[in-house]
């Protein structure tokens, strides 16, 4: 399995600016075309920060989406990959991933419980941490495209877990395309610059 980093690197200038004014550095994991949970959000950061991650997930159910609130799982979470099926029985239980792995990138979670929105997990260091979360309620079936792309940036109000409509500042987006498997962004002068 591919392993993907992420270099944050921040000018000694701006890093004590940001710290004083308590900035934390945020990432959010691109899924279905959108950036709604933060997947990362720490105040403890440094002039050179490193990310790593596998493109391994987990899906869950949760009552809704909710801004601004903190996502915590109601159902139990599963393992699933590319080309795979999750299904949530009518007593709330997600199920064992079934079907046949592929390299579509895509999986699908089918709901027979009722109104709940389906949330996914994804590998960051070695911890599972939320990265989406659908923003209606699914009745039916759900497909999920996790996408190899990120959104840096620095809030003072956001924090890991949190579900959002957007960031709350700039935002610089990433994406790993081909064969690149590491990407450096930089902050300097108040401005994140992609080092090519």
């Not at 997930?57 to 009552?63: C, R, S």
């Not at 700039?170 to 610059?193: L, P």
Request: hydrophobic share 40%.
């Amino acid at each position: 399995m591919s392993q993907y980093t992420l270099n944050v690197k921040i000018d000694t200038d701006d890093l004590q600016r940001l710290k004083k004014s308590g900035y934390k550095l945020c990432i959010a994991k691109k899924v279905n075309g959108i950036y709604n949970v933060v997947w990362y959000c720490e105040p403890h950061y440094f002039a050179n920060n490193a990310f790593d991650w596998t493109e391994e997930y987990e899906v869950f159910g949760i009552k809704k989406f909710k801004e601004g609130a903190l996502v915590k799982a109601s159902t139990n979470p599963h393992d699933i990959e590319s080309g795979l099926t999750c299904e949530i029985n009518e007593s709330g239980v997600m199920s064992d991933s079934f079907g046949s792995a592929d390299s579509s990138g895509k999986f699908k979670v089918i709901n027979n419980f009722g109104q709940v929105s389906i949330g996914i997990n994804a590998k960051l260091g070695d911890d599972m941490l939320p990265i989406f979360v659908t923003p209606t309620t699914v009745t039916e079936t759900a497909l999920f495209e996790p996408i190899i792309a990120v959104q840096v940036w620095f809030s003072m109000s956001q924090t890991k877990g949190m579900m959002i409509l957007a960031a709350d500042s700039d935002v610089m987006q990433i994406k790993y395309q081909g064969k690149v498997k590491e990407r450096t962004v930089t902050f300097v002068d108040g401005k994140w610059v992609l080092q090519h």
